[in-house]
Protein backbone atom coordinates (compact mmCIF):
# COMPACT_ATOMS: atom_id res chain seq x y z
CA UNK A 1 0.00 0.00 0.00
CA UNK A 2 1.15 3.45 -0.54
CA UNK A 3 0.78 6.21 1.95
CA UNK A 4 0.02 9.48 0.19
CA UNK A 5 -1.33 11.07 2.91
CA UNK A 6 2.02 10.34 4.56
CA UNK A 7 4.07 11.34 1.57
CA UNK A 8 2.16 14.85 1.00
CA UNK A 9 2.57 16.15 4.61
CA UNK A 10 6.60 15.44 3.99
CA UNK A 11 5.90 17.20 0.88
CA UNK A 12 3.91 19.84 2.46
CA UNK A 13 6.71 20.70 4.95
CA UNK A 14 9.48 20.62 2.36
CA UNK A 15 7.61 23.66 0.18
CA UNK A 16 9.01 25.51 2.45
CA UNK A 17 12.73 25.21 0.40
CA UNK A 18 11.49 24.82 -2.71
CA UNK A 19 10.51 27.45 -5.26
CA UNK A 20 7.52 26.68 -7.12
CA UNK A 21 7.17 28.05 -10.95
CA UNK A 22 4.74 30.56 -11.29
CA UNK A 23 4.37 30.24 -15.04
CA UNK A 24 0.63 29.48 -15.98
CA UNK A 25 0.62 25.79 -16.99
CA UNK A 26 -2.16 22.99 -17.48
CA UNK A 27 -2.52 19.81 -18.55
CA UNK A 28 -5.61 20.94 -20.63
CA UNK A 29 -5.69 19.17 -24.30
CA UNK A 30 -3.01 16.45 -23.81
CA UNK A 31 -4.22 12.59 -24.19
CA UNK A 32 -2.88 11.50 -21.20
CA UNK A 33 -4.72 13.58 -18.51
CA UNK A 34 -7.86 11.48 -16.84
CA UNK A 35 -7.11 8.03 -18.91
CA UNK A 36 -6.00 5.73 -16.17
CA UNK A 37 -2.38 4.17 -16.48
CA UNK A 38 -4.33 0.58 -16.31
CA UNK A 39 -3.42 -3.06 -16.64
CA UNK A 40 -1.51 -5.44 -14.46
CA UNK A 41 1.71 -4.52 -12.62
CA UNK A 42 3.74 -6.81 -11.10
CA UNK A 43 5.14 -4.15 -8.60
CA UNK A 44 5.05 -0.49 -7.24
CA UNK A 45 7.69 2.08 -6.13
CA UNK A 46 7.34 3.82 -2.98
CA UNK A 47 8.78 7.33 -2.12
CA UNK A 48 7.58 6.54 1.07
CA UNK A 49 8.31 3.82 3.93
CA UNK A 50 6.20 1.01 4.99
CA UNK A 51 3.11 1.70 7.54
CA UNK A 52 3.95 2.03 10.46
CA UNK A 53 7.39 2.95 9.85
CA UNK A 54 8.58 6.68 9.25
CA UNK A 55 7.31 8.08 5.82
CA UNK A 56 11.03 8.95 5.33
CA UNK A 57 13.01 7.00 4.05
CA UNK A 58 17.16 8.22 3.83
CA UNK A 59 17.88 6.20 0.90
CA UNK A 60 16.25 4.51 -2.49
CA UNK A 61 12.86 3.73 -3.62
CA UNK A 62 10.86 1.29 -1.41
CA UNK A 63 9.67 -1.40 -4.23
CA UNK A 64 6.89 -3.66 -3.15
CA UNK A 65 6.06 -7.17 -5.20
CA UNK A 66 3.78 -9.67 -4.72
CA UNK A 67 6.23 -12.39 -6.03
CA UNK A 68 8.91 -13.32 -3.54
CA UNK A 69 10.87 -15.10 -6.38
CA UNK A 70 10.43 -11.89 -8.47
CA UNK A 71 11.14 -9.48 -5.37
CA UNK A 72 14.38 -11.54 -4.96
CA UNK A 73 15.65 -11.78 -8.66
CA UNK A 74 15.06 -7.93 -9.10
CA UNK A 75 16.85 -6.72 -5.80
CA UNK A 76 19.21 -9.20 -6.74
CA UNK A 77 19.91 -6.92 -9.52
CA UNK A 78 19.05 -3.61 -8.51
CA UNK A 79 20.49 -4.47 -4.77
CA UNK A 80 18.78 -4.60 -1.59
CA UNK A 81 17.56 -6.57 0.77
CA UNK A 82 14.10 -8.10 0.63
CA UNK A 83 11.66 -8.94 3.38
CA UNK A 84 8.09 -10.21 2.81
CA UNK A 85 4.98 -10.67 4.89
CA UNK A 86 1.47 -11.35 4.05
CA UNK A 87 0.77 -8.87 1.52
CA UNK A 88 3.90 -9.66 -0.16
CA UNK A 89 7.14 -8.77 -0.61
CA UNK A 90 9.40 -5.31 -0.40
CA UNK A 91 12.91 -3.94 -0.46
CA UNK A 92 14.67 -0.39 -0.29
CA UNK A 93 17.25 0.14 -3.24
CA UNK A 94 20.34 1.24 -2.86
CA UNK A 95 20.10 3.74 -5.47
CA UNK A 96 17.50 7.05 -5.84
CA UNK A 97 17.53 7.06 -9.57
CA UNK A 98 16.46 4.94 -12.12
CA UNK A 99 15.74 5.01 -16.02
CA UNK A 100 12.45 3.90 -17.02
CA UNK A 101 10.70 3.45 -20.00
CA UNK A 102 7.19 4.83 -20.53
CA UNK A 103 5.39 3.53 -23.59
CA UNK A 104 3.91 6.54 -24.53
CA UNK A 105 1.84 9.76 -22.86
CA UNK A 106 -0.90 6.73 -21.80
CA UNK A 107 1.70 6.04 -19.29
CA UNK A 108 1.15 9.04 -16.98
CA UNK A 109 -2.27 9.83 -15.71
CA UNK A 110 -2.84 13.17 -13.84
CA UNK A 111 -5.99 14.40 -12.04
CA UNK A 112 -6.65 17.07 -9.27
CA UNK A 113 -9.17 15.99 -6.86
CA UNK A 114 -11.52 16.89 -4.26
CA UNK A 115 -13.77 14.50 -2.31
CA UNK A 116 -16.20 16.02 0.13
CA UNK A 117 -19.26 16.60 1.25
CA UNK A 118 -20.28 18.77 -1.77
CA UNK A 119 -19.31 15.95 -3.72
CA UNK A 120 -16.07 15.16 -6.13
CA UNK A 121 -14.51 18.06 -8.05
CA UNK A 122 -12.08 16.02 -10.13
CA UNK A 123 -10.35 18.17 -13.25
CA UNK A 124 -6.61 18.49 -15.12
CA UNK A 125 -6.05 21.94 -13.40
CA UNK A 126 -8.20 23.99 -15.92
CA UNK A 127 -11.25 21.56 -16.80
CA UNK A 128 -13.66 19.10 -15.51
CA UNK A 129 -12.88 15.70 -16.26
CA UNK A 130 -15.92 13.76 -14.58
CA UNK A 131 -18.87 13.49 -14.60
CA UNK A 132 -19.46 13.34 -18.05
CA UNK A 133 -22.16 16.11 -17.78
CA UNK A 134 -19.72 18.52 -17.33
CA UNK A 135 -16.28 17.12 -18.61
CA UNK A 136 -14.62 19.46 -20.34
CA UNK A 137 -16.30 22.52 -19.00
CA UNK A 138 -14.35 24.97 -16.75
CA UNK A 139 -13.61 23.94 -13.36
CA UNK A 140 -12.68 26.88 -11.75
CA UNK A 141 -9.26 25.88 -10.59
CA UNK A 142 -6.73 29.11 -10.04
CA UNK A 143 -4.29 29.63 -13.56
CA UNK A 144 -0.88 28.64 -11.93
CA UNK A 145 0.70 25.76 -10.02
CA UNK A 146 1.65 27.69 -7.60
CA UNK A 147 -2.10 29.38 -6.74
CA UNK A 148 -3.27 25.55 -7.39
CA UNK A 149 -1.16 24.60 -4.67
CA UNK A 150 -1.73 27.41 -1.84
CA UNK A 151 -5.71 26.68 -2.68
CA UNK A 152 -5.52 23.18 -1.80
CA UNK A 153 -3.29 23.75 1.57
CA UNK A 154 -6.13 26.14 2.82
CA UNK A 155 -9.03 23.74 1.69
CA UNK A 156 -10.48 25.32 -1.37
CA UNK A 157 -9.36 23.35 -4.08
CA UNK A 158 -7.91 19.88 -5.18
CA UNK A 159 -5.29 17.65 -4.80
CA UNK A 160 -2.59 15.87 -7.40
CA UNK A 161 -3.15 12.32 -7.88
CA UNK A 162 -0.69 11.02 -10.58
CA UNK A 163 -0.11 7.40 -11.79
CA UNK A 164 2.76 6.08 -13.47
CA UNK A 165 3.21 2.90 -15.48
CA UNK A 166 6.91 2.08 -16.50
CA UNK A 167 9.60 -0.73 -17.39
CA UNK A 168 13.07 -0.19 -16.16
CA UNK A 169 15.79 0.02 -18.79
CA UNK A 170 17.83 -2.33 -16.99
CA UNK A 171 15.16 -5.32 -16.44
CA UNK A 172 12.84 -4.28 -19.13
CA UNK A 173 11.28 -7.77 -18.18
CA UNK A 174 10.65 -7.49 -14.84
CA UNK A 175 8.11 -4.75 -15.29
CA UNK A 176 5.32 -3.26 -15.78
CA UNK A 177 6.01 -1.32 -12.46
CA UNK A 178 3.18 1.11 -11.14
CA UNK A 179 4.19 4.61 -8.77
CA UNK A 180 1.15 6.78 -7.38
CA UNK A 181 1.77 10.05 -5.79
CA UNK A 182 0.76 13.18 -4.94
CA UNK A 183 3.90 15.38 -5.06
CA UNK A 184 3.16 18.85 -6.53
CA UNK A 185 6.59 19.02 -7.44
CA UNK A 186 6.04 15.68 -9.30
CA UNK A 187 2.63 17.34 -11.17
CA UNK A 188 4.86 19.88 -12.31
CA UNK A 189 7.24 17.08 -13.89
CA UNK A 190 4.69 15.52 -15.74
CA UNK A 191 3.12 18.53 -17.06
CA UNK A 192 6.56 19.15 -18.50
CA UNK A 193 6.65 16.29 -19.63
CA UNK A 194 3.24 15.11 -21.12
CA UNK A 195 4.09 18.82 -23.14
CA UNK A 196 6.69 16.94 -24.86
CA UNK A 197 5.19 14.03 -25.78
CA UNK A 198 2.09 15.88 -26.68
CA UNK A 199 1.10 14.41 -30.17
CA UNK A 200 3.87 11.93 -29.82
CA UNK A 201 2.64 8.41 -29.54
CA UNK A 202 5.81 5.79 -28.79
CA UNK A 203 8.06 4.43 -26.05
CA UNK A 204 10.96 7.56 -24.45
CA UNK A 205 12.88 6.94 -21.46
CA UNK A 206 13.37 9.00 -18.82
CA UNK A 207 14.58 9.66 -15.27
CA UNK A 208 12.75 8.54 -11.95
CA UNK A 209 14.35 9.69 -8.90
CA UNK A 210 13.78 11.40 -5.61
CA UNK A 211 14.84 14.55 -4.28
CA UNK A 212 15.76 14.11 -0.30
CA UNK A 213 16.62 16.92 2.05
CA UNK A 214 16.41 17.75 5.58
CA UNK A 215 15.50 21.20 7.29
CA UNK A 216 14.72 22.69 10.47
CA UNK A 217 11.03 23.63 11.23
CA UNK A 218 10.95 26.78 12.75
CA UNK A 219 9.59 24.81 16.30
CA UNK A 220 13.46 23.27 15.97
CA UNK A 221 12.13 20.01 14.24
CA UNK A 222 14.55 17.99 11.60
CA UNK A 223 12.13 17.28 8.84
CA UNK A 224 13.01 15.34 5.65
CA UNK A 225 11.31 16.25 1.98
CA UNK A 226 11.19 13.80 -0.10
CA UNK A 227 10.02 13.97 -4.00
CA UNK A 228 9.55 12.20 -6.77
CA UNK A 229 10.91 13.87 -9.76
CA UNK A 230 10.38 12.44 -13.45
CA UNK A 231 12.65 13.57 -16.55
CA UNK A 232 12.13 12.96 -20.09
CA UNK A 233 15.92 12.15 -21.25
CA UNK A 234 15.20 10.70 -24.96
CA UNK A 235 14.61 13.08 -27.31
CA UNK A 236 10.99 13.40 -28.89
CA UNK A 237 10.29 13.59 -32.82
ZN1 LIG B 1 -10.31 22.23 -11.00
Known amino acids: ???????????????LFFAVSAGASSVRGR?????????????????????????????????SMSSREEAAALAGLLGGDVRTGRSGSEWITRRDRFEITLDGPQSLDFRMVTRGRQ????CDGVRH??????????????PTWSQRRA????????????????????????????????????TEDID????????TNGPVTAGL??????????????????RPRLRLLSSVP
Open 1 to 15: MDHPGLLLHGLSEVS
Open 129 to 142: LRPATIAGEACGCP
Open 31 to 63: GACGNRSSGRVVGRFHASGPAGEPAALDHGWRV
Open 209 to 226: SIDRRSFITPAGIEVVGQ
Open 151 to 186: ASRAGRGPKPEITLRFRLVEAPEAGPFGMLSSSWVL
Open 192 to 199: TVLGRLDG
Open 119 to 122: GEHV
